[in-house]
């Protein structure tokens, strides 16, 4: 027997995160899941460091705002620059998977003129964490968080460092019940459907599925062998 | 089952923008949804490899604050191809020229579908020489392993750059 504890680490980039290491209750003993996230790369140097230059070019501050998403324009080199600061800027994507297929979503995205399969996906709230909005997320669309081993995290995504401040957690979450039915709490069950992992991978490499935060996620899941 | 896309049966939009300026546009639709549009809405990302390695530009990203190391990008001008945009921008940050006759399309992707409007052309490409120009400190030649590492532990957070990479190794392409 085993199960999952979260373990408060300084991911690579020197941010506080929280890693899910597994507990082997037989032998007492606690390994991490996926070593090298807390781990700096001993040859790779292709992390972020923050911008330290004088910019001497002011900015313009907030032009635009309502109760979701602001537009900042921030100081650069390049003069009064454009950001889009969308709620808190944090949030979270989750993979669900129970024996073997994949909990998907469908969502109306207005900026697309689509309805677009995804996967959970939510915001953060202020000062919030980003695994406790992928628990939000799991609690609201399989109603069953008595059910759920634990999160593992599969990293961060960035969807558009041009523009959004947005920073979102992918997590992976497997659910070992074979009791647990799509929990759709507005009663829109063909919205939610499980998919086969095999299907959603391909799906997301041929290019059926566009969305960023879930294509980076199952595509991790798969090269990291866990889906 | 499929997962693909269905398009909106849904009235026309018809209202002024609330807020552009020469980067970004955004309108409402008529259901009440705020839709941001950067630039054109199009644009592309060129995984541009030579020699086991792969183009890589570090820039800085006043949205997050921070440099980061990043596959180049860009966003398409009126009437420009994926491929035309991946060339203009490589040259633009590199000095690099690209082959366009040996570009592999890696599909599309949506950045952010909840607030985005703008739909992103990954494209694999060789290179017709190999000079790189500008600043050094900013533009490196990087092993394909270890971007592929990079993009699958998070050290590399861009979506542009771990959707570009990751599919071209599920792909077997790199």
Known sequence: MSHLIPTPIVDVNGKQTTVYKKMDTASGTASDLIPHLGVKPAVSDLRATPIQEDNSNEGTGVVFANRYLKIDMVPSRFGAFTTIKNGSGGGAAVLVLREGKVLMVRQPRYALGENTWELPRGGSKEGEDYSAAALRELKEETGEEGNIEGLVSLGNIQPDTGILNTEAGLFMSTINTNSGEAYDVEGEIDNLRWVDADELVDACIDGTIKDSFTCVAVMRARLKGLI | ?174
């Open chain 2, 1 to 174: 089952m499929s997962l693909e896309t269905e398009v909106f049966k849904s009235e026309e939009t018809g209202v002024d923008p609330v807020f552009a300026n020469d980067f970004v546009s955004m309108e409402y639709s008529n259901d009440g949804s705020l839709l941001i549009t950067v630039g054109t809405g199009l644009g592309a990302v060129a995984l541009v490899r030579r020699s086991g390695k792969i183009l890589m530009i570090r820039t800085p990203r006043y949205a997050t604050g921070s440099f980061e190391w990043e596959l180049p990008r860009g966003g398409s001008l009126e009437d420009e191809s994926a491929v035309e945009t991946a060339a203009r921008c490589v040259e633009g940050w590199t000095g690099v020229t690209v082959d366009e006759s040996s570009v592999i399309h890696l599909g599309v992707m949506n950045p952010d579908p909840e607030l985005l409007t703008n739909e992103v052309s990954l494209l694999l490409l060789d290179t017709l020489n190999s000079t790189v120009r500008t600043n050094h400190e900013n533009v490196k030649w990087v092993g394909i392993e270890e971007l592929v590492a990079a993009c699958l532990n998070g050290e590399i957070e861009d979506s542009f750059t771990c959707m570009a990479v990751l599919r071209a190794r599920l792909n077997a392409m790199i």
